[in-house]
C-alpha cells in the first residue's frame, strides 16, 4: 500500500453483521500491509475529541514552575516531560521538538496489583486544570472500546482463539501521552519525534488538524494518513507483531510540526498486563525472528532507557529498533 485505507468499523460491533466478515479482512489486510489504518465508526464523537484537545492544551498552558513540580521522576514515569528531554534512545540526532504530559493505567496506592508490579500506581493530575481527569479518563474507556473490538477482529482474521488477544489487556499498562509540539521552521534539523516504531500492541490518536504525522512506505517513502473528520489513526506495534509471527506489521513513522502553528497530540498506547509474555501465537514468518517480551520488563526498560544518561543492556527488549 502507498496509501492508508480507512475503515468503517462500527460492523465489528455485531458478529451478526452482514459487513462484519469484510470489516475483519479490511483490518486484517491494513495491518498486514502498511501497518496503518484510519477508522471511522467508533462511537467517540468529535466533541469529545474537542473536550481532550482542550484539556491538553490548557495543561500545557500551566506555568513552567508548576510544570515541573509536576515533572516525571525515575521512579515515577507519570506527569510533565520537558521539551526537549528525550533524543533516540540508540543516542543519535537531535533532541525531539515536543513537550508532554505522561499518563498511565489509573489505580490507587492500595491496589494489590501494586504488590506484583511496582509499576502500576495513580497519575499525577494537574491541580491547575481540575476537569482533565475526567474528560481524558471517559475518552480513554472509549478507546479500550475501540482496542476492544480491533483485537476481536485480529484475533478472527489470523485464527486464533477467541479472547487470547483481549485476555492480555486485563488490568493493563496502556498509557497515553499528552503532547504539545512548537512550531518548527522549514530548514530546521531534527523531529518533533524522530523516526520510530510502536513498542506497544497498537496505537491510537486522533489526528490534530495541524498535521504532522508521517509514515513510512515500504520502499522508504513518507506518506500523510488522510484521515477523515472524526477518525482515528490506528497503527501496529511491535508486540502485535511479535504475537502475530511477523505477520502483523509495526512501521516506523515520525512528526515533523512546519504548519507555523502550535501542536497537540494525545496519542493512547494499548499495552498487556504486567505479566503477560508476548511470543508468537503462529508460526513466524520466514526471517522473522524476535524474542519473547515479559511487559512488565519490557515497560521497566523504557522508562529507564529514556532518561538520557541510561543505556540499553543485552537483558533489554529490542522492540522499537528500526532497520539500518
Known amino acids: 500500500m502507498q496509501t492508508i ?4 468499523i462500527s460492523p465489528l460491533n455485531d458478529a451478526a453483521h452482514p459487513d462484519h466478515g469484510a470489516a475483519v479482512q479490511q483490518v486484517l489486510g491494513a495491518c498486514t500491509d502498511i501497518g496503518f489504518l484510519s477508522v471511522t465508526g467508533t462511537g467517540v464523537s468529535p466533541d469529545t475529541v474537542d473536550e481532550v484537545r482542550a484539556k491538553t492544551r490548557a495543561i500545557f498552558d500551566i506555568d513552567e514552575q508548576s510544570k515541573w513540580d509536576q515533572a516525571i521522576t525515575r521512579d515515577n514515569y507519570r506527569g510533565y516531560i520537558p521539551m526537549g528531554f528525550f533524543t533516540p534512545n540508540d543516542g543519535s540526532g537531535k533532541a525531539d521538538k515536543y ?4 499518563l498511565h493505567f489509573d489505580v490507587p496506592e492500595e ?13 499525577l493530575w494537574p491541580n491547575e486544570v481540575p476537569e482533565a481527569q475526567d474528560v481524558i479518563l471517559g475518552y480513554w474507556a472509549k478507546l479500550d472500546r475501540v482496542t476492544d473490538l480491533l483485537l476481536g477482529a485480529l ?9 487470547i488477544l483481549r485476555d492480555a489487556f486485563v488490568t493493563p499498562m496502556t498509557n497515553m501521552t499528552l503532547l504539545h509540539y512548537p512550531p518548527q521552521a522549514p530548514d530546521e534539523e531534527g523531529f518533533g519525534i524522530h523516526p520510530h516504531k510502536d513498542t506497544d500492541a497498537l496505537t491510537i490518536i486522533a489526528p490534530d488538524p495541524v498535521g504532522g504525522l508521517e509514515v513510512q512506505t515500504r520502499d522508504g ?19 502485535l507483531e511479535l504475537w502475530s509471527g511477523g505477520r502483523l506489521k509495526s512501521t516506523p ?7 507555523g502553528k502550535e501542536r497537540y497530540s494525545f496519542p493512547y498506547f494499548a499495552v498487556p498486563r504486567h505479566d503477560v509474555v508476548v511470543s508468537p501465537l503462529l508460526t513466524p514468518v520466514p526471517g522473522f525472528d524476535r524474542p519473547s517480551v515479559h511487559c512488565g520488563h ?4 523504557i522508562w529507564r532507557t529514556n ?3 541510561e543505556t540499553a543492556t543485552a537483558d533489554t527488549p529490542e522492540l522499537g529498533t528500526l532497520s539500518s
Open 5 to 8: 485505507p480507512t475503515i468503517d
Open 111 to 123: 491496589a494489590p496489583v501494586r504488590q506484583d508490579c511496582a509499576l502500576y500506581g495513580p497519575n
Open 221 to 239: 517513502g513518507w506518506i500523510t494518513p488522510d484521515c477523515p473528520p472524526g477518525g482515528f489513526v490506528v497503527n501496529i506495534g511491535d508486540m
Open 155 to 163: 484475533e478472527i482474521g489470523l485464527d486464533l482463539k477467541p479472547n
Open 298 to 301: 519490557w515497560s521497566a526498560e
Open 99 to 102: 513537550e508532554g504530559y505522561k
Open 307 to 309: 532518561w538520557p544518561d
Open 253 to 259: 513513522h515520525r512528526v515533523v510540526n512546519t504548519s
